[in-house]
């Protein structure tokens, strides 16, 4: 049950990160000075590094740990985690996409608006309903 438990602190801690990086994208997109502009590129520098990432690492160490612990034996039967898994891919890349939105702000060459981010700000919501009802449900 540590494991699990440990897998869920990081992956809360993950999706903290998730959702707050690209709102601060929307905020950076729409400010006009200097000053915010770096504001805005320490927070996201921090976030992503500091808590982001590191929740990301520990979410996979101990989910894949649980999966070699308790389930490999039972992993080709599970269709649930299967899915579980591919919407995991899913959110890793989105993460790469935050990294490389983190990079375009940073160079200051972000070419997109606040109402990009806007909308890529909710995708997360989407990939935790997804993890969660997999997750808990196991509906196959």
Same mark, same amino acid.
């Given at each position: 049950m540590w494991l699990k438990a *440990?897998? *869920?602190? +990081? #992956?809360?801690?993950? +999706? !903290?990160?998730?959702?707050?990086?690209? =709102?601060?994208f929307v905020y950076h997109a729409m400010s006009e000075d200097g000053i915010s502009h770096e504001r805005f590129k320490v927070m996201e520098r921090k976030l992503f590094y500091g808590i982001m990432t590191p929740? #990301? &690492?520990l979410t996979l160490i101990f989910g894949f740990w649980m999966? +070699?612990?308790y389930a490999w034996a039972l992993y080709a039967s599970m269709g649930w985690l299967h899915a579980k *898994? !591919?919407?995991?891919? !899913?959110?890793? &890349? @989105?993460?790469? @996409?935050? @990294? =490389?939105?983190?990079?375009? +702000?940073?160079?200051n060459q972000n070419q997109r608006s606040h109402v990009f981010y806007r909308w890529m700000n909710e995708i997360p919501v989407l990939f935790l309903v997804l993890i969660i009802i997999l997750a808990v449900v196991k509906p196959f």
């Amino acid at each position: 049950m540590w494991l699990k438990a *440990l897998h *869920l602190i +990081f #992956m809360v801690t993950w +999706f !903290a990160g998730i959702f707050y990086l690209p =709102r601060l994208f929307v905020y950076h997109a729409m400010s006009e000075d200097g000053i915010s502009h770096e504001r805005f590129k320490v927070m996201e520098r921090k976030l992503f590094y500091g808590i982001m990432t590191p929740g #990301m &690492i520990l979410t996979l160490i101990f989910g894949f740990w649980m999966l +070699f612990d308790y389930a490999w034996a039972l992993y080709a039967s599970m269709g649930w985690l299967h899915a579980k *898994l !591919a919407v995991l891919v !899913a959110l890793l &890349i @989105y993460h790469y @996409y935050c @990294y =490389r939105w983190l990079q375009d +702000f940073k160079h200051n060459q972000n070419q997109r608006s606040h109402v990009f981010y806007r909308w890529m700000n909710e995708i997360p919501v989407l990939f935790l309903v997804l993890i969660i009802i997999l997750a808990v449900v196991k509906p196959f």
